[in-house]
């Protein structure tokens, strides 16, 4: 690892070899398989004014909190929403244990390729898992305390709604980042080219050195001649025959006047 990457946290506990197992991708595999179980289980209770079940997360403030826990209680909903609660704990920690072993596993996978920002993806998942632990504590004391208006329930709505934000925007940012090194790790693997399907040119020893190698150059070819130079010899050749006949004639002029 470069010093200008960030270790995973289980980067950290695999540096020794009892807690190496925490980097497999069968890790990554039975967390998905536990968030897909409890998935379900762990949603809040959706009324008609309540229609995405998400209120209670996000309440903004008391009289938000205290206008969604009336809902649930003229639904009969209390109960179900405070075991929805109860099973999301159990979805935080697959969710953000598996996220991470996921990544940190992909940069084990091609060391070569690994980005920088993979340690800190990583760290991300944790710190989202744990804003969500924090919501769920919030949420539980406003049931606890619900219908008596309380200081506690005033912090707790605005407390939840701030570590609800967070873990939003913390979670759609690590989903998004590993769906694009999920992608970059298939798509390496589909398109990188196979071994032996590169082939360099032979090397030839070069007169320098013994040691010293060089790639072998094709012969250079000659340069074209310009065309004035090709249409001057090609007069030259026209030339010689009228030239040679002159001198031919000249010598038998000498004789027939001697």
């Given at each position: ?38 998935f379900r289980l762990a949603q809040l209770p959706v009324t008609p004014t309540t229609p995405s079940g ?205």
């Open positions: 690892m470069s010093n200008g990457e960030l270790p995973g946290p289980f980067g950290l506990l695999a540096r020794g070899s009892r807690f190496a197992w925490m980097r497999s991708p069968f890790v990554s595999l039975g967390c998905f398989l536990i968030a897909v179980a409890v998400l209120e209670l997360e996000l309440p903004g403030t008391a009289d938000g909190a205290l206008a969604v826990l009336r809902a649930y209680d003229d639904a009969r909903a209390l109960g179900r929403a405070v075991s929805a609660i109860n099973w999301d704990f159990l979805l935080i920690f697959a969710y953000s244990i598996g996220l991470a072993t996921l990544l940190e596993w992909l940069a084990t996978r091609d060391p070569g390729y690994r980005d920088a920002l993979i340690g800190y993806a990583a760290w991300g998942a944790i710190l989202a898992g744990a804003c969500d632990l924090l919501e769920n504590g919030s949420m539980l004391v406003m049931l606890w305390t619900y219908p008596t208006p309380s200081p506690a329930f005033v912090l707790a709505a605005l407390f939840g709604t701030l570590v609800s934000l967070t873990k939003w925007t913390l979670l759609c940012a690590v989903v998004g980042y590993t769906s694009w090194e999920v992608a970059k790790s298939i798509g390496r693997g589909f398109f990188s080219p196979k071994p032996g399907q590169i082939s360099m040119p032979p090397l030839q020893p070069s007169a320098s050195g013994a040691g010293d190698e060089r790639r072998a150059e094709p012969a250079s070819e000659p340069a074209a001649e310009p065309a004035t130079v090709r249409i001057g010899k090609l007069f030259e050749v026209f030339r010689a025959p009228e030239e040679e006949s002159e001198q031919e004639k000249k010598p038998a002029e000498k004789v027939e006047t001697t």
